[in-house]
T-cell receptor
Framework: KNQVEQSPQSLIILEGKNCTLQ??????????LRWYKQDTGRGPVSLTI?????NTKSNGRYTATLDADTKQSSLHITASQLSDSASYIC????????????FGRGTQLTVWP | EAGVVQSPRYKIIEKKQPVAFWCNPI?????LYWYRQNLGQGPELLIR????????DSQLPKDRFSAERLKGVDSTLKIQPAELGDSAVYLCASSPRGSGMGGTEAFFGQGTRLTVV
């Protein structure tokens, strides 16, 4: 079964601190892995996209890593800001059903001042 | 450039009533998706269009849900009749081509929050 599991379910950190979110998947065959940020009441916005040949991708203070062997990915947020408070969702593209993305439930991040 | 536009933003209806959602994708994007997102969950694909053709509708509950994409541009998603369990956010997204392919970006609209009472 094609599944995407994220941890933790929720996380609270203080402004300026770093954090790391985890994504484990069983989606196969792998095509690509994405991290999205979803603010409350908004649609998801793409942060990073990684294909099989990439094991790290950065977008400003966001850095995603991918280990295709262990089927794990992480999203590291550096020097968090209040505006980082959102749900962060991991999504997998599957090679045999091109066009479909499989989403995790997301990690709800809250940044406190 | 305008992003993906959806309307309405919010809709409250009584159960058994029909409801329709509208989506205008980014200009030039051939691929259009409808996703449903329940509270605390990730989006789940309902249907994917390549131009006018529905190429993946395996997750669409066809007894009550229908969708169309006339002329390969705008799309509507309809539910008739609505049930209490249909309460969710309905997201539309578009991409130049299938976002499962390589690094193709998918852009989401703000969604329509449906509440069935």
């Amino acid at each position: 079964k094609n599944q995407v599991e994220q941890s933790p379910q929720s996380l609270i950190i203080l402004e300026g601190k770093n954090c790391t979110l985890q994504c484990n998947y069983t989606v196969s065959p792998f095509s690509n892995l994405r991290w999205y940020k979803q603010d409350t009441g908004r649609g998801p916005v793409s942060l990073t996209i990684m294909t099989f040949s990439e094991n790290t991708k950065s977008n400003g203070r966001y850095t995603a890593t991918l280990d295709a062997d262990t089927k794990q990915s992480s999203l590291h947020i550096t020097a968090s800001q209040l505006s980082d408070s959102a749900s962060y969702i991991c999504a997998l593209g599957r090679g045999s059903t091109l066009g479909r993305l499989y989403f995790g439930r997301g990690t709800q991040l809250t940044v406190w001042p | 450039e305008a992003g993906v536009v959806q309307s309405p933003r919010y809709k409250i209806i009584e159960k058994k009533q029909p409801v329709a959602f509208w989506c205008n994708p980014i200009s030039g994007h051939n691929t259009l998706y409808w996703y449903r997102q329940n509270l605390g969950q990730g989006p789940e694909l309902l249907i994917r269009y390549e131009n006018e053709e529905a190429v993946d509708d395996s997750q669409l509950p066809k007894d009550r849900f229908s969708a169309e994409r006339l002329k390969g541009v705008d799309s509507t998603l309809k539910i008739q009749p609505a049930e209490l369990g249909d309460s969710a956010v309905y997201l539309c997204a578009s991409s130049p081509r299938g976002s499962g392919m390589g690094g193709t970006e998918a852009f989401f609209g703000q969604g329509t929050r449906l509440t069935v009472v």
